[in-house]
């Protein structure tokens, strides 16, 4: 029993100083970078934007190939991604965006797709193969530096995805790969007056009156000032369409619509379910799979105007 006691004793002075992954953040990490606080006030929302450098604690987990609370219809074909806390995550606005994330072993680029409900400002919950690129999976938890990635590199042009139960007199869609954070989205059918969708926490864009029962011409602007126009979208629920519009870098080859493989959902739930990796999977994963190109054909679209082991958290189990 006293040998026991003493191998106890070392394995806690080990993790003495550091905070588990579901613990509030130091009190360092309470706010975004340049936000000072007054004593009781809580963090403002907001994504990362802009060069600014955050520091903080990452930790990982396996979203099993679901796309998040974001409602994407699936992880990122390379399982690069993160989920961000209520801050950070700012019901939806983070979406679609991209963090770099740099550890003891790198950085690694990761699309912001998921909330981590648990998590407080600073803390980052990677996938586990992002994770592997930046630390060792044995460690479960380490210090990190992250900036939001400005302009990153688009795999294609913007696409839209009509949400199930959508009509004529109930607009939501989901717009992606889109790059950076979006700011607005516009919705008008013909030559009629633009109409203002509002954000949900899920990622889609409503417009609770209706648009219409389309085409439409879909307007969207993110947080750079980026603004593009794609024509053509049509009142088709589930079905992923892809536009001729990339949101900077010029236009892309026009494409044809097709079915979404994501079953339909009357609507995604507001806290994402996700479940935590264990050190041996992530140190037996393959190398993430290669972007092939392939993916939903799209739609016609027009004009242009970026401590020892994983932390076993109840709110995940």
Same mark, same amino acid.
């Given at each position: 029993m006293a040998a026991l006691a003493t191998v106890l004793g070392l394995s806690l002075a080990l993790r003495s100083g550091a905070a588990p992954a579901c613990a509030a953040a130091p009190a360092g990490l309470a706010a975004p970078a340049g936000v000072a606080l007054a004593a009781g006030q809580m963090p403002l929302a907001a994504p990362p934007i802009g060069g600014a450098v955050h520091k903080g604690k990452a930790t990982f987990y396996d979203s099993k190939g679901a796309g998040g609370n974001c409602s994407y219809p699936s992880a990122p074909a390379? !399982?690069?991604y993160v989920a961000l806390g209520p801050t950070e995550y700012s019901a939806g606005a983070a979406c679609g965006g991209y963090l770099d994330v740099t550890g003891p072993r790198g950085t690694v680029r990761v699309l912001i797709m998921d909330q981590c409900p648990e998590c407080a400002p600073g803390h980052v919950d990677l996938s586990r193969e992002a994770f592997a690129r930046i630390a060792d999976p044995v460690q479960g938890i380490v210090g990190v530096s992250y900036r939001a990635a400005v302009d990153p590199a688009l795999s294609g042009p913007l696409t839209f995805r009509i949400k199930e139960g959508a009509s004529q007199y109930w607009f939501a869609a989901l717009v992606a790969e889109h790059g950076n954070p979006l700011r607005a989205v516009e919705v008008r059918q013909g030559s009629g007056a633009w109409r203002t969708a509002a954000r949900q926490d899920y990622n889609y864009w409503l417009i609770d009156s209706g648009a219409g029962p389309g085409p439409y011409a879909v307007r969207v602007t993110d947080v750079y000032g980026h603004r593009v126009t794609a024509t053509g979208v049509t009142m088709s629920p589930g079905r992923v369409q892809r536009s001729t519009v990339k949101m900077y870098g010029g236009s892309a080859p026009a494409a044809r619509t097709a079915?979404?493989?994501?079953?339909?959902?009357? !609507?995604?739930?507001?806290?994402?379910? !996700?479940?935590?990796?264990?050190?041996?999977?992530?140190?037996?994963?393959?190398?993430?799979?290669?972007?092939?190109?392939?993916?939903?054909?799209?739609?016609?679209?027009?004009s242009a105007s970026d401590v020892s082991r994983p932390v076993d958290c109840a709110a995940r189990s």
């Open positions: 390379n !399982r690069l079915p979404s493989t994501r079953p339909p959902s009357p !609507r995604p739930s507001a806290t994402p379910s !996700r479940t935590p990796a264990s050190p041996s999977a992530v140190a037996s994963a393959a190398p993430p799979a290669p972007q092939d190109g392939t993916g939903p054909p799209a739609l016609a679209a027009s």
